[in-house]
């Protein structure tokens, strides 16, 4: 019973709506509307105030020479800011970095949260204790692990090394963190590590929602588990898994402290937001690093125009 | 209404009148100053402020900063962009006075010819821009190699006077040790992870070989010389050899953990270690010797980097004269010695290295004296507020060469092409 209320709430509402405006007319419509907005107004405020103005004071200052300890004597450059960002190197590379850590971060913890997930929607004993202990990588500040990581892939003492020696596959120590491919590796390994438990949690939540009826019916009608799983929960789940997918995505785009404690500004790793702090903050450089920070912004962008058309598409297949 | 008003009114009044009346002497004022803020810094810093404090009836407030340096100029450059008065008195690095120089008031007026030539001449210079005395040394560090003397014992090997010679000793050591089933042997760890340690790592062995500091006063860019070429050459064939390849990690902390748990022959550190190394615990405690760096050739020279701490007075600050007489009195050759014997802070005084307290409760520090003369200055006051970009340009450069991903001339050639053009052709 408790899957069917929902649906009759959501059947019910429009059905008052199109009698309130059927009796009271568009008087009442208008008032309707302007109360909304009423109550609004202060959120929209407080956005303007914090994202929208600084937003715009970034896209400004992109457009300048502006100097942390100068700002008063900020000159306008039009697009030299970006001429110099397009032709550097360094700034590719740190894109580059970034989409390949994304990518490879965020389809293993899909594919791992996805299973986690699976098995904690299984009633077992003791699987409240494990939802909440599958969750402490994600309560642990990323600094500490990332510390804590970069002990574990030390060369001399790090228990990876350490294992590897013991055991024989190691004929001599590994520098994880010292060599360009591995070195990625090793930090996508610890995002992973990281990050799985908020996948595998949006994905249990998604699970969750799926009526426990429609397996029953299946069952009925002689379906077997592996069809019940593509037929039903997949498709089911595929809102929960486009908001987990985008979620992650944009968290992984914006990766900095990871990366900044593990490997610090090398070029070989240093994802884009590294790249910005190293302008804005170690050379003081407002106006090249808020063109950074824009075209940061650009590149998120796209990612998240192409997960808004991939998910209206799923809307409009789904009718 | 208007009673209630009248009645809060008359309380603040009250409140004022009675926190003026509870004001200490008229024209006292507080101070608030900006240092070390962990452990045995921030506890020798607090008392060097009380006594002042005790003696001219002022008060003083220490205010938290971060401790990685980096984070802390980045605070800084903040708060004095800002225009900010909060702080009045700085403890910045050796590389900070040309990129803070703006902000900071010129000291020589509140601290004599004579006073200045109390501190090194080198500091005292580092800390000179454009004629005006941005900060007061208040202690000092420079590069150092640390050595296993029971291992080199062992072996029958010397000290090593040249960077061969390290090689070699290093290379027999780890090549026995490692046969004898100590597998994590590594023969030398230093700082080569991509920040500004390599930057002073970097400089060492560059100029130990003659190849020179980079920017010359002018400003003029040399770094693309044989000299150089050869130096980071040679560093570059140690790794994977008697140097793991994990030392492009390292910062001091790590190439520390693998000298104090005994896995290295040789280290290149800061003076801190050495108190760390000999520390109750410590597995090499006894087993530990200092020395100064190698030199790059029979006709090249001992080279370590300058690096320590000072004291700047903010544009800002509404007590400045005062300020100065705070940093005059935390840099003064009374409190040097008290934190030399009780932290291990080296003086930036030639004579604290002679006082006898001094040498007894450390007496390493005597043979640090002769090596300031020839310290490794990095360019800060060349490069101005360019320096973290003229430093990240050069460590780059270097952690390409080591890690095998660009040869050195290459490397170094196009690194100099990037700071012609950082430095719009060397005028900085």
């Known amino acids: 019973m408790w899957g069917i209320d929902p649906l009759m709430d959501s059947n019910s509402k429009p059905n008052v709506r199109r009698a309130v405006r059927v009796t009271a007319g568009a008087g009442l419509e208008r008032w309707r509307v302007r109360t909304a907005w009423v109550f609004l107004a202060p959120t929209l405020a407080v956005l303007a105030l914090v994202a929208g103005w600084p937003l715009l004071r970034t896209a400004m200052l992109a457009f300048t020479d502006a100097y942390l300890s100068r700002m008063a004597e900020a000159r306008w450059v039009g697009l030299e800011n970006f001429r110099w960002l397009l032709t550097d190197g360094d700034w590719w590379r740190s894109v580059q970095n970034t989409i390949v850590f994304t990518v490879a971060s965020v389809s293993v913890q899909f594919v791992l949260g996805l299973g986690a997930a699976l098995v904690l929607n299984v009633r077992f004993a003791g699987r409240g204790l494990l939802r909440a202990v599958v969750l402490i990588p994600w309560a642990i500040p990323t600094v500490v692990s990332a510390r804590m990581w970069r002990w574990m892939y030390h060369d001399v003492y790090g228990v990876f090394n350490d294992l590897g020696l013991r055991s024989g596959l190691l ?130 962008a796209v990612f998240v125009a192409a997960y808004v058309t991939a998910m209206r598409a799923s809307l409009v297949e789904e009718g | 209404m208007l009673k209630k008003w009248a009645r809060s009114a008359l309380m603040g009044l009250t409140l004022s009148a009675l926190i003026g009346a509870i004001l200490p002497v008229a024209g006292a004022v507080e101070i608030t100053i900006a240092c070390g803020a962990v452990g045995i810094e921030s506890r020798l810093c607090r008392e060097g402020t009380e006594s002042w404090a005790a003696a001219t009836g002022h008060r003083v407030r220490l205010i938290q900063s971060p401790n990685l340096s980096n984070n802390r100029l980045a605070l800084f450059q903040q708060m004095l962009a800002a225009g900010s008065s909060d702080v009045d008195l700085f403890q910045i690095d050796v590389i900070w006075p040309g990129i803070l120089a703006t902000h900071l008031i010129d000291l020589n007026p509140y601290y004599g010819e004579e006073q200045r030539q109390a501190h090194w001449k080198t500091l005292i210079d580092n800390n000179t821009i454009g004629g005006e005395l941005k900060a007061i040394p208040w202690f000092t560090d420079i590069g150092l190699l640390y050595y296993r003397s029971d291992l080199l014992d062992k072996y029958g090997l010397p000290v090593p006077e040249t960077w061969s010679q390290l090689a070699s000793a290093a290379m027999r050591v780890v090549d026995a040790e490692r046969e004898a089933g100590r597998v994590r042997m590594t023969g030398f760890v230093f700082q080569a992870r991509a920040y500004e340690g390599l930057t002073c790592n970097a400089l060492e062995w560059i100029a130990s070989y003659g190849g020179g500091q980079i920017l010359s006063p002018g400003g003029a860019i040399d770094l693309h010389n044989p000299r150089a070429v050869s130096a980071l050459n040679q560093v570059a064939g140690w790794i994977g050899t008697f140097v793991s390849k994990g030392v492009l990690t390292y910062d001091e902390e790590d190439a520390r953990g693998v000298f104090q748990s005994g896995n290295a022959v040789f280290m290149r550190n800061w003076p801190y270690a050495w108190a760390l190394a000999q520390a109750d615990g410590s597995p090499v405690k006894g087993l530990v010797g200092v020395a100064p760096l190698p030199k790059g050739g029979i006709d090249g020279r001992h080279a370590g980097t300058l690096g320590g701490w000072g004291l700047a007075v903010s544009r800002y600050s509404k007590h400045p004269a005062l300020a100065a007489d705070l940093a005059r009195h935390l840099t003064s050759e009374a409190e040097q010695i008290r934190r030399a014997i009780a932290g291990a802070f080296n003086p ?81």
């Not at chain 1, 990871?258 to 804005?280: G, K």
């Not at chain 2, 660009?406 to 900085?428: I, P, Q, T, V």
């Open chain 2, 348 to 428: 930036t005084r030639p004579a604290v290295y002679r006082n006898a307290a001094v040498l007894a409760a450390h007496p390493f520090m005597g043979s640090l004296s002769e090596l300031m003369d020839n310290a490794v200055v990095r360019p800060s006051r060349i490069a101005g507020e360019r320096y973290n970009q003229f430093s990240t340009i050069f460590w780059n450069a270097v952690h390409d060469i080591l890690s095998g991903r660009a040869a050195a001339a290459d490397s170094l050639a196009a690194a100099e092409r990037r700071l012609r053009r950082l430095s719009r052709n060397g005028r900085w």
């Open chain 1, 171 to 300: 004929a001599q120590p590994v520098a994880w963190l010292a060599d360009d491919t591995t070195a990625m590796a090793a930090i996508v390994v610890a995002d992973i590590w990281k990050a799985t438990p908020f996948m595998a949690l949006l994905l249990l939540a998604g699970l969750q929602a799926i009526p426990p009826g429609l397996y029953e019916a299946a069952r009925v009608d002689g379906v077997g588990r592996l069809n019940a799983f593509v037929y039903i929960t997949l498709p089911l789940l595929k809102p929960a898994i486009l908001v987990a997918l985008i979620f992650r995505t944009l968290d992984a785009l914006r990766v900095f402290d990871l990366i900044y404690v593990m490997t610090s500004n090398a070029v070989s790793t240093a994802s884009m937001s590294v790249y910005a702090r190293q302008q804005l903050i170690d050379f003081q450089e407002m106006g090249y690093g808020s063109a950074v920070s824009l075209m940061i912004f650009f590149v998120i």
